[in-house]
């Protein structure tokens, strides 16, 4: 195990642990490791169940035949769950990592899908594990084109970060030498087939500013003593991740830096612990611990610590330091300017495409590729070049239709044999992963009036899309239809989902960083400026959306954040 760090802090009485880490899934599950492995005794809080690797994958080598419903939501189902049966791949065989709406509401003062999973590892069981850095461009751009605050932080200060992340987790991936989009730390991509190629030439051909490369996704193509030492084993490509991987091929909380930090024998993990708020003492002028309710027992417990990680994802994370009421902090932890709650952004993710593409008869593909090619952003870098701020990621794909359309649920016979054996025609889709404008009037606040099964006030949504939002969905749409065009695509057709917010799963901020207090909550090592003893590294803390898959950009923050917390307890200020 890699440097140890021993803080002294004699024998601690009961309930009293060096750090707090409320959450434990993608963000907690990285606060714990880093903390862990610098030798804190780590109390790791968890709202949900228990869940063990492999043991705890109930449906991960099942056979679609040995699902009752073949995999699909039943009606039931559906009806009782309308809201989270929206999420991104659920199924019959991974609704037991995703919450039921009616134990968990909340008020939707505008509508907002609010896409949960409460259980230890939370959300990396069943993400989507694209993971492309930052540029220097996204942190500049709210801030050079006025539509943000300056981040206290830009490109340099996390690349090393990404780095440490990226070799512990595992991230396939090309490095291609893109401005937009910069390399990381590489194991060997996944391919692309012989349509995505096609289409990635004709880009190259058309456009000398617009790169579609392989995907960067958390899976492990080759795997390295590192992850051996987890206990991960390479990607079988069942493209069967969100049910977990027995294999460990993508990278959870519960495959990889949960065990990794148990190993220490500094992590406690306490699941069944609602998090109701954290606790400050002014006389100390620091908060002193967390105020839990045991979802089992109903019963309130206090648990106490030096530092604190808040990392509930980015809403939840809000919820609780609106909650952390005091004289001190009537309006919820640290808000001493009102802005907690505020700025809440998220990705536009309402625009698709999909065409036809005709030939490539005499090819295939084989495996399931768990991945997706990425076109990296090319709107909005240098200079605003179109009538909207931001840029957006396009991801897509190409694939065959299985018996194309020779209609083989009416065919028989001979005509049946033929359909079956015709291995179908090609498509394309790519859609839009797109920047939005953090605003003062998007924000989540609590109920006065509503409270959860635990006394907890709900959480009101206040979010929207702008103007902005639709002229990039239009530009996208453009756009994409004349690359397709270009690489000789037929039939294309657009699709503007109107989704409400949240469906994305990427929501951000209301608990910003920022260099100014007056105007942001955190401060660039993501403590709050007004109580230096808790630290923010989810979601919640960020000042922009950027166009890239959020959560490595969590992980780094965290590792980075967490390393800075245990040199400043060294040196006594903490
Ligand atoms: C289908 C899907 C696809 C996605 N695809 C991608 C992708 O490709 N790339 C990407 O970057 N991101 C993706 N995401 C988003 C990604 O999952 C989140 O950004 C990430 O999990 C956030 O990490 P987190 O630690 O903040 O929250 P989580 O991973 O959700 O963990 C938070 C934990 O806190 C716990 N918790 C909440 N409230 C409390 C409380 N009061 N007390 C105690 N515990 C609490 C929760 O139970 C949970 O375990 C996807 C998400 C989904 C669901």
Avoid at 25 to 32: L, N, Q, Y
Avoid at 56 to 62: F, G, H, K, N, Q
Avoid at 129 to 158: C, K, L, M, N
Avoid at 503 to 532: V, W, Y
Wanted: with cysteine; proline share 5%; hydrophobic share 35%.
């Amino acid at each position: 195990m890699p440097h140890a760090v021993s803080i002294k802090t004699g024998t601690l009485p009961e309930n009293t642990f060096d750090a707090i880490v409320i959450g434990s899934g993608i963000s907690g599950g990285w606060a714990a490791k880093e903390l862990c492995e610098a030798g804190l005794k780590t109390l790791v809080l968890e709202r949900g169940r228990e869940v063990q690797h492999v043991k705890d994958y109930p449906t991960a080598t099942l056979n679609p035949w040995e699902l009752p419903h073949r995999s699909r939501l039943t009606s039931q189902f559906l009806q009782d769950n309308p809201l989270i049966s929206k999420a991104a791949g659920i199924g019959e065989d991974n609704a037991h990592f995703f919450i039921k709406d009616k134990d968990h509401p909340y008020v939707q003062e505008k509508p907002f899908d609010w896409i949960r999973g409460y259980q230890v590892g939370g959300k990396s069981l069943t993400w989507g594990r694209a993971t492309q850095r930052w540029s220097h461009y996204e942190f500049t751009a709210p801030h050079r084109y006025g539509y943000g605050i300056e981040w206290p932080i830009g490109y340099d200060d996390v690349a090393p970060w990404y780095s440490h992340v990226e070799k512990f987790i595992g991230i396939c991936g090309n490095k291609d030498g893109i401005d937009a989009m910069p390399d990381g730390e590489f194991l060997p991509p996944f391919d692309l087939n012989c349509v995505e190629s096609h289409i990635q030439k004709s880009i190259r051909t058309n456009y000398s500013d617009r790169h579609l490369v392989h995907a960067r996704w958390a899976h492990l193509t080759q795997p390295q003593d590192i992850h051996l030492q987890q206990g991960r084993g390479k990607c079988q490509a069942r493209n069967l991740c969100m049910r977990g991987c027995p294999f460990g091929g993508y990278f959870s909380s519960v495959s990889s830096t949960l065990p990794w930090a148990q190993r220490t024998g500094n992590l406690t993990v306490r699941p069944h612990s609602v998090v109701h708020s954290v606790l400050f003492d002014e006389q100390k002028d620091k908060a002193t611990g967390v105020l839990i309710i045991d979802s089992e027992s109903g019963k309130a417990v206090e648990y106490y610590a030096r530092i604190i990680f808040v990392n509930a994802s980015a809403l939840n994370t809000n919820l609780i330091l609106l909650n952390s009421t005091s004289s001190r902090f009537a309006h919820g932890l640290g808000n001493d300017n009102g802005l907690l709650g505020k700025f809440v952004a998220f990705h536009n993710y309402r625009a698709s495409i999909g065409a036809d593409v005709p030939g490539f008869q005499d090819q295939y593909y084989s495996g399931r590729n768990p991945t997706e090619p990425i076109l990296a952003n090319y709107r909005n870098l240098k200079k605003i070049d179109t009538d909207y701020v931001g840029g957006f990621t396009s991801f897509m794909g190409a694939y065959r239709t299985p018996y194309g359309s020779n209609k083989i649920e009416t065919a028989c016979g001979e005509e049946l044999k033929q359909a079956m054996q015709y291995p179908g025609d090609w498509h394309m889709y790519m859609y839009l992963q797109g920047e939005t404008i953090p605003k003062e009037k998007n924000h989540v606040r609590l109920s006065n009036t509503e409270k959860d099964a635990w006394g907890i006030p709900l959480l009101v949504t206040s979010v929207d899309y702008d103007d902005n939002d639709e002229r990039m969905i239009k530009d996208f749409l453009e756009q994409s239809s004349e690359m397709m065009e270009k690489a000789g695509c037929k039939n294309i057709r657009w699709n503007d989902s109107h989704q409400a917010p949240g469906l994305d799963i990427h929501e951000m901020g209301g608990c910003r960083m920022g260099k100014d207090p007056r105007t942001s909550l955190l401060n660039k090592f993501n403590q709050l400026h007004a109580c230096k003893n808790v630290f923010v590294t989810d979601g919640a803390c960020m000042t922009s959306t950027g166009n890239q898959s959020p959560s490595i950009l969590y992980m780094a923050l965290t590792a980075r954040a967490a390393n800075f917390a245990v040199a400043a307890m060294k040196r006594g200020e903490l």
